[in-house]
């Protein structure tokens, strides 16, 4: 998988060359956008499970999710993001949103995404 087809990596939770989730704006999507995609995200096959929970980096008393990756086949993200495109309304990049429109928001299930075949990029 290519790396521009990663999003939701923060520096809060990940560390390193990683944008930071206080920089990002707000109150992109409508709040209707931002339920429907973030159900999407949280609902998406786990690619690669990591144990443990990630708090907020905006409201510490509330868990953001964890540190696994989720897929779709074709983008990836950390399960953290859901939770902030719902509190936030941030949005994912444009050509997710694209590609989750043209999915009218169907999120594909365990058996339709090859996780095996899916190969995590090098970020350094």
Excluded at 43 to 71: H, R
Aim: with cysteine; glycine share 4%.
């Amino acid at each position: 998988m290519n790396k521009s087809h990663f999003f939701g990596l923060w520096r809060e939770h990940c560390h390193g060359k990683f944008p930071s989730i206080l920089n990002e704006p707000r109150n992109i999507l409508s709040p209707v956008e931002a339920q429907k995609i973030s159900a999407y995200l949280e609902n998406c096959p786990i690619w690669v499970a990591s144990p443990g929970l990630e708090k907020s980096k905006i409201c510490p008393s509330e868990i953001a999710g964890t540190l696994s990756i989720k897929t779709d086949g074709k983008w990836a993200w950390q399960d953290t993001m859901a939770y902030y495109v719902r509190k936030l309304r941030i949005s994912p990049p444009l050509e997710f949103v694209s590609h989750f429109n043209e999915k009218n928001g169907h999120w594909p299930s365990e058996s339709e995404v090859d996780v095996l075949l899916l190969e995590f990029p090098d970020f350094e």
